[in-house]
């Protein structure tokens, strides 16, 4: 039974036709010792998602329609004449912005589906809006001023260091100095929650460091963080003091994640999600998701900053410049503002 996807209704895998479903078993297919891995292999599971769910909301699309056949292959399905009328239909129900990243995502999925075709005719249509007519329809986000931001947590954890210590505050501290990563570091949610002392995040004499993997990162490259030097005092507090009181009540004491909860293993990503939305109304009067820390980010490399998108894909584990150009600049031509870390240090509290 179909669900819905895309806004529209999706054919599950298991209709799919024939051919359409042996060409995505193939291009998922994993490398083993005695063959090759297919086109896809190698992606990540939120992108696989993705990409089935938009084909197979194409076929549904086509079988409402009776152009869909039983022996119909990949190309069968998405022919110029069905892709224009296909276009046709999603703009009228759909967003500049939506139907921008669809034809993308559905070019790289056809690619992998038949990669014997070129399929770059497919963002050529006319029907395909552009990329500035994609941006303009999206829904505006409003980026958080990093420095504060990440100052007022820091407020907030000596706050909370100064009432006694209890599993109610533990768990507060942990809230706090979660959001603090967030907004000091341009890492995924996935990143973020999965943290483990000695597996991916060090301490050392200078400070905290975090080291990923090619193998954990989105894009297969390596990335290694320094955390800022005003966060290492909260976070050898969690360390040291708030984080064995949570050991103690959840009862798993040889687990290694940074952010503990109740089940063993680390914090789940909607947990961690929510916490971001309570923390973010809290000191900004509106909820935020941890994406909003990436936008917010690259918009203040961006302001102002010769050379800044080099910096911001960089930071953010793109390969290039397209992705962050497409889906996190939010910078405006008036403001000025230099490197992240430069400007969270701008709103470095003076000693007295």
């Known amino acids: 039974m179909a669900r819905r996807a895309h806004g529209w209704p999706e054919m599950p895998l298991n209709a799919w036709p024939q051919k359409c479903r042996i060409a995505w078993e193939n291009a998922i297919r994993k490398e083993t010792p005695f063959e090759d891995g297919g086109r896809a292999a190698a992606f990540a599971a939120p992108t696989l998602r993705t990409m089935r769910s938009l084909f197979g909301t194409l076929l549904h699309w086509l079988a409402a329609r009776g152009e869909l056949k039983d022996e119909d292959g990949p190309a069968d399905c998405l022919t110029p004449a069905k892709f224009t009328s296909y276009l046709t239909d999603r703009r009228a129900s759909c967003t500049a912005n939506t139907v921008f990243n669809n034809v993308n995502m559905l070019s790289m999925t056809m690619s992998v589906l038949e990669p014997q075709q070129k399929w770059t005719w ?6 395909v809006p552009t990329r500035d007519e994609a941006l ?3 829904k505006p986000i409003r980026p958080i001023t990093l420095g504060p931001f990440f100052f007022n947590l820091l407020e907030r954890l000596d706050k909370l260091d100064e009432l006694p210590r209890s599993y109610p505050i533990a768990k ?6 979660i959001v603090a990563v967030f907004a000091c570091t341009p890492l995924r949610l996935k990143n973020i929650v999965a943290l483990s002392l000695g597996e991916n995040i060090f301490r050392h004499g200078g400070g905290y460091e975090i080291r ?3 193998r954990s990162i989105k894009n297969k490259n390596q990335m290694t963080l320094q955390l800022p030097e005003e966060l290492m005092p909260h976070m050898d507090m969690y360390v040291s003091a ?13 687990d290694s994640a940074l952010w503990l909860a109740r089940k063993p ?3 789940s990503r909607s947990s961690t ?22 936008h917010s980010a690259v918009t203040q490399l961006l302001d102002g900053n010769t050379g800044g998108d080099v910096t911001a894909a960089a930071l953010l584990g793109h390969r290039g410049l397209a ?5 996190y600049d939010l910078s405006s031509e008036a403001a000025k503002s230099g490197p992240w870390r430069e400007l969270i240090a701008k709103y470095r509290p003076k000693t007295k």
């Open 122 to 127: 497919l963002r050529r249509n006319p029907l």
């Open 212 to 214: 990923y993997y090619s």
């Open 172 to 177: 507060q501290y942990r809230n706090f100095l």
């Open 323 to 327: 992705t962050m150009r497409t889906y």
């Open 265 to 267: 293993g680390c914090i």
């Open 136 to 138: 303009a329809s999206r």
């Open 273 to 294: 999600q929510l916490i971001v939305a309570r923390v973010t109304k809290e000191i900004l009067g509106r909820e935020a998701t941890p994406h909003s820390f990436r």
């Open 242 to 254: 708030y984080r064995p009181l949570l050991l103690q009540h959840y009862e798993h004491p040889d």
